[in-house]
């Protein structure tokens, strides 16, 4: 049974910083493989965050975290993590981990190319 697990959501104030972990259990996320982070907030569309590619570590941003989040992998504990600085309001959201399968490497923000989901962390900005 495949499942991904979020965790260290929470509430913090605009400025603050949070780390989200991804631990994958039942599933050793593929070596050619991708991860990302999503979130969504109420009313809109799930877009992407952050995306690392697990064979070489190559990551990927999409603006709204460009330069305040890291993505990161510790592949020992078959974990992915987002790390989150200088939050704003705006990063409020439900945060979901996915992973995929990728041949070539591209980790493209698109949901539709991610087979596996967790449940989700909130994260909240005040």
């Known amino acids: 049974h495949v499942q991904l697990v979020e965790s260290g959501g929470g509430s913090v104030q605009a400025g603050g910083s949070l780390r989200l972990s991804c631990a994958a259990s039942?599933?050793?996320?593929?070596?050619?493989?991708?991860v990302g982070w999503f979130r969504q907030s109420p009313g809109k569309e799930r877009e992407g965050v952050a995306t690392?590619?697990?064979?070489?570590?190559?990551?990927a941003y999409a603006g709204s975290g460009k330069g305040r989040f890291t993505i990161s992998q510790d592949n020992a504990k078959n974990t992915v993590y987002l790390q989150m600085s200088s939050l704003k309001p705006e990063d409020t959201a439900m945060y979901y981990c996915?992973?995929?399968?990728?041949?070539?490497?591209?980790?493209?923000?698109?949901?539709?190319?991610?087979?596996?989901w967790g449940q989700g962390t909130q994260v909240t900005v005040s």
């Open positions: 690392i590619y697990i064979r070489d570590g190559f990551t």
């Open positions: 996915a992973a995929g399968y990728s041949s070539n490497g591209d980790c493209r923000f698109s949901p539709d190319d991610y087979n596996y």
């Open positions: 039942g599933y050793t996320f593929y070596r050619r493989g991708c």
